[in-house]
């Protein structure tokens, strides 16, 4: 399932990351302006794009600003190779416990693989987006990470993933850290985020996320209200629990799954999760984001009389399932720490196993374990970082990368088979 060695895998493969683009970019480009005397351009610093339904076909434009700071709300659209533009009125309902709005427009009716570019009223500057292709005849990178803050280290990781020019990015949870009370956290994470994650082309990259303890006050076992700044601007793809599916065409799957923060591990949870997995079976990449990690890279395992250990929801509840139904990599955080586990079944190393990666430094920092200490880690460390992923036919190629750009670790996943060892479930 895994290169055999960090050799192998560079000589094989990295010419053709870096020709692609996929290792080095030039620095994103600015955004074009058409300021007018008369009427400011309107430039939210919080703008970003994210997903509610199919990546392919639609694309949802968000902020969060105050009413009337501009007269026209509404968003023009137009793909980059003709000037038949549309409009769309966004919407606006309250962000939480403030005088703020999310606006929001959902683009849909998009052709897929297809650049657009879009303004906000008349005089805002012009931004561009491109949607997912249909089909993954062509490559398809992309970033993913967890646990961001609003510090300088977060900035230098977002960056480095622009850098990339990742066609969207995966945030797993602990986004801005405003435990659902600091507005003023909120919105940084969202500045920085609209600030620095633009492509090499002026091309805005959208967000993905699944939700974390720092996103709900109390971390654990509360309601949706608990986590108001996360839902009202996700609620779009998490409308009624704190786990979805995003599928991209018939070529990749994110089932973003909530670990105890608003919707409980068990019970309706893991139902879903095994009615998710089993008819996404035939999926060529399948892969799960999660925010506490089954398999922890600093914090301990084994619980005592009167507390779990970290992760024993996940291996009691969703382990076997992703064992049962070959989910060939689980993207997990919350450490903050840089880790790849060996493939493993029911903890143990084995070649046709399942791969759990990253445990969440993007930028929060902690010394974690030694493979030596836990012999489920492959490799670990201790560096502020970033996962940079390429589905490639049906190989799936993963980045470490710190935040000053250097490559931390390498590894690659292929299709895993069924029926060659016994799993529970």
């Not at 199919?54 to 694309?59: E, H, K, L, S, V």
């Not at 805002?124 to 490559?139: C, G, L, Q, V, W």
């Not at 070529?251 to 893991?270: K, N, R």
């Amino acid at each position: 399932m895994l290169a055999s060695s960090r050799r192998e895998f560079l000589g094989a493969s990295f010419a053709g990351l870096a020709a692609s683009g996929f290792l080095w970019a030039d620095e994103p480009v600015a955004k074009d302006s058409a300021k007018t005397p008369e009427d400011p351009a309107f430039q939210p610093s919080t703008l970003f794009l994210t997903w509610q339904r199919d990546p392919t076909t639609t694309m949802t434009v968000q902020w969060v600003g105050t009413a009337g700071e501009t007269s026209d709300a509404k968003i023009s659209y137009a793909t980059l190779r003709n000037d038949h533009w549309q409009t769309l009125q966004s919407s606006a309902k309250p962000y939480p416990t403030t005088d703020f709005k999310v606006f929001r427009a959902e683009l849909t009716g998009l052709t897929p693989g297809t650049d657009y570019r879009f303004r906000i009223g008349k005089h805002s500057p012009t931004y561009r987006f491109r949607t997912m292709p249909a089909k993954a005849t062509n490559p398809i990178p992309f970033i993913s990470g967890g646990d961001c803050g609003v510090n300088v280290h977060t900035v230098a990781n977002n960056i480095q993933a622009a850098r990339h020019d990742p066609m969207f990015a995966i945030i797993g949870g602990d986004l801005g850290y405003d435990n659902g009370r600091s507005v003023d956290v909120s919105l940084a994470f969202l500045r920085n985020y609209s600030k620095h994650m633009i492509g090499r082309d002026g091309r805005l990259i959208p967000m993905v996320t699944c939700i974390g303890n720092h996103e709900v006050d109390g971390g654990y076992a509360k309601p949706r209200a608990q986590a108001p700044f996360f839902y009202a601007l996700f609620d779009g793809l998490f409308r009624d629990t704190g786990y979805a599916t995003l599928d991209f065409g018939d070529y990749l799957s994110l089932v973003l799954l909530d670990t105890g923060h608003t919707s409980p591990i068990g019970a309706d949870q893991a139902d879903w999760l095994e009615k998710t997995l089993k008819a996404r079976a035939d999926h060529p990449h399948v892969m799960v984001v999660n925010h506490v990690p089954a398999y922890p890279s600093f914090r301990s395992s084994e619980g005592t009389e009167s507390k779990e250990g970290t992760g024993e929801g996940n291996r009691k509840h969703w382990v076997p399932l992703f064992q049962k139904y070959r989910v060939p990599v689980v993207l997990e955080h919350h450490d903050h720490t840089f880790k790849r586990t060996k493939p493993l079944l029911d903890g143990v190393a084995h070649g046709n196993g399942v791969l759990y990666l990253g445990d969440g430094s993007w930028g929060r920092l902690r010394r974690p374990h030694t493979p030596e200490e836990l012999a489920y880690l492959a490799v670990t460390s201790k560096d502020y970082h970033l996962s940079l992923h390429r589905i490639q036919g049906e190989e799936r190629f993963h980045l470490a990368m710190d935040e000053f750009g250097r490559v931390m670790d390498v590894c690659r996943t292929g299709q895993r088979k069924s029926g060659m060892v016994h799993v529970r479930g």
